[in-house]
């Protein structure tokens, strides 16, 4: 199995503009997680699905975040206006409902000039 | 809700000594308890789990015993190598299938 992908691995935008996260979890899982990862707040969880559906969204800081995840293979991460304090690290993770092991991707690192 | 509270860094050693990370839990019910390293430039992967009391999980020679009584999974090593210099996560999954992560603890070990 490839893993969980992640695409874009960089991303630099300027302020203002739509940023679109991309993940493919492991074929088979059925919760994905979406967590930020900065220097000063650490590892924060944003949103986490099951079955495709929106179960806690309680992390994600503002409107200006918005996630999807269409069909069991896909999610996306959007962040619109974007602003340069969004920069990070964004991992996506997908883990099985009866396996407690979560699968982490490799990151977007995202820069907001 | 639930939460972790782990030992802060960073912490620096010297090669082959005893590495202990703390690691301490707010939960109910009982949660699935792991420890997870983040190498430079990478994503998280488990390192070991334990999923219910008393329980040993151990990998690369690290090890952590899931103690109920003390509300504890301490991340132990008893000789660490450079490149066990990482950042380490100690995290939880409650009963509602969420995960719960500690703030990480970097650990640099100089030959």
């Known amino acids: 199995d490839a893993g969980v992908i992640q695409s874009p691995r960089h991303e630099v935008t300027e302020m203002g503009q739509e940023v679109t996260l991309r993940c493919k979890p492991i074929?088979?899982?059925?919760?994905l997680f979406w967590y930020r990862q900065t220097m000063m707040r650490g590892l924060e969880l944003l949103i986490y699905f099951n079955n495709n559906v929106p179960i806690d969204d309680s992390g994600m800081p503002e409107d200006r975040f918005s996630a999807k995840m269409p069909n069991a293979s896909f999610s996306t991460l959007k962040i619109q206006p974007s602003e340069p304090r969004d920069s990070a690290v964004y991992f996506c993770?997908?883990?099985?409902?009866?396996?407690?092991?979560?699968?982490f991707g490799p990151g977007t690192r995202l820069t907001v000039l | 809700g639930d939460s972790v509270t782990q030992m802060e860094g960073p912490v620096t050693l010297s090669e082959e000594a005893f590495l202990t990370i703390n690691c301490t839990y707010t939960?109910?019910?009982?949660?699935?308890l792991f420890w997870y390293v983040q190498y430079p430039g990478e994503g998280l992967q488990l390192l070991l789990k334990a999923t219910k009391a008393d329980d040993k999980g151990s990998n690369k020679g690290f090890e952590a015993t899931y103690r109920k009584e003390t509300t504890s999974f301490h991340l132990e090593k008893g000789s660490v190598q450079v490149s066990d210099s990482a950042v380490y996560f100690c995290a939880l999954i409650g009963n509602a299938g969420k995960s719960t992560f500690g703030d990480g603890t970097t650990l640099t070990v100089k030959p």
């Open positions: 939960a109910t019910g009982y949660p699935s």
């Open positions: 993770a997908s883990r099985l409902l009866d396996r407690n092991e979560q699968f």
């Open positions: 074929s088979g899982h059925d919760y």
